[in-house]
């Protein structure tokens, strides 16, 4: 497959996000029906795009009232809280990542229940022999394009066993499936340029869209093969932005994602002053009407300005053989 043919791949499959978020997130409520009680922790162990899902769900179902502990563990030790109040979700698109693996395995006996969201492998073995709920992933995708599955399949099985107001977790779904649904805006041609020619990119958000921001740094380093930063505002404000006093780069990109809660209008103006005076600032406006969707249409906006920016600079937004080099020198060891 060719580069622009990889073009065509990824950009087929983040322009159908909406049909993954509704599809999966159905599939997980029927899913949680097999799940007795309502539990007042949760652990989602996930890593890379499967840790976002846990991640993104946490912040929502937390925005939507839900009072229980929740945390995305990217790691191979669980939490210790672990108990029988706790809901387990072990989440990977393939089923076999090892760190995963590992988190489920060491708190299977603490926890109360178990869900798993996946395409399959070990992960959806290890539910189907402990009587756990499987999500059954559509199979086929490359990993980092099945982010809204799995946010789908994650608030679906998860949300209604913590104590959400289910008619309000679907019309956030809803909303995020009509917001997804907006297709490919003109202005993606002109960022994917900004990007492929700059030298040194910062991509900021501030609250809840702090972690859009986190998701577009790992988005433009899989495709667009971009080494960036994020920041996530407040707590980026005590901190980094003193190194641009000093001017980093003569070829210095800053994108700002508007929205978030409470005082992030007024932190992101402040931010995008002090940015403008050592590089060039875009600003990408919030969609959507709630968190849900304005976080998961930046997702996948990152999504198709970095497979863009990846063809520009001749590169294969699909291609990461470096990924196999580490788990083979990691797994050697």
């Known amino acids: 497959m060719g580069i622009k043919e990889s073009l065509e791949r990824m950009l087929g499959i983040y322009l ?27 652990c989602f162990c996930g ?14 179902l937390e925005l939507l009232g839900v009072k229980a502990i929740m945390e995305a563990r990217n790691h191979w030790k669980p939490p210790s809280w672990i108990d029988a109040g706790s809901l387990l979700v072990g989440v990977s698109y393939s089923g076999t990542t090892w760190e995963t ?8 006996n603490s926890a109360g229940a178990l869900a798993v969201v996946s ?21 086929g995708l490359p990993q980092r394009t099945s982010l809204p599955a799995m946010v789908g399949g994650v ?26 649904a907006k297709g490919d805006p003109s202005w993606t041609d002109e960022l994917a340029g900004l990007m492929a020619s700059s030298d040194f990119i910062v991509v900021a958000g501030c609250g809840y869209m702090g972690i859009a921001a ?27 932005l003193v190194a641009y006093q000093v001017k980093p780069s003569s070829k210095a990109l800053f994108i700002i994602l508007k929205g978030g ?20 600032v875009y600003t990408i406006e919030s969609e959507g009407s709630t968190p849900l969707a304005s976080i998961l249409r930046s997702a ?8 863009k920016a990846a063809v520009l600079r001749g590169v294969d937004p699909l291609s990461t053989p470096i990924l196999e080099k580490y788990r083979s020198l990691r797994s050697s060891r």
């Not at 693996?101 to 299977?108: G, Q």
């Open 16 to 42: 159908r996000a909406h049909d993954l978020l509704w599809r999966h997130y159905r599939v997980g409520v029927e899913a949680s029906t097999g799940i007795e009680g309502v539990y007042g922790k949760a």
């Open 47 to 60: 890593m890379g795009s499967s840790w976002f899902a846990g991640k993104i769900a946490s912040i929502i």
């Open 101 to 108: 693996l590992e988190c489920v395995k060491n708190a299977l």
């Open 119 to 139: 395409s399959g492998g070990q992960l959806a073995s290890i539910a189907k022999e402990r009587g756990g709920a499987w999500v059954e992933l559509e199979h």
């Open 155 to 180: 608030l679906g099985v998860a949300g209604l066993k913590l104590g959400v107001d289910p008619v309000a977790l679907d019309d956030w779904v809803s909303d995020a499936y009509s917001t997804l």
């Open 214 to 240: 986190s998701r577009w740094r790992t988005e433009l380093a899989e495709n667009g093969k971009l080494a960036v930063k994020s920041e996530w505002y407040p707590e980026s404000g005590h901190n980094d």
């Open 261 to 280: 809660e409470g005082a992030c209008g007024e932190i992101m103006e402040a931010v995008a002053e002090i940015y403008s005076s050592v590089g060039r």
């Open 300 to 307: 996948q906006l990152a999504g198709i300005v970095s497979a």
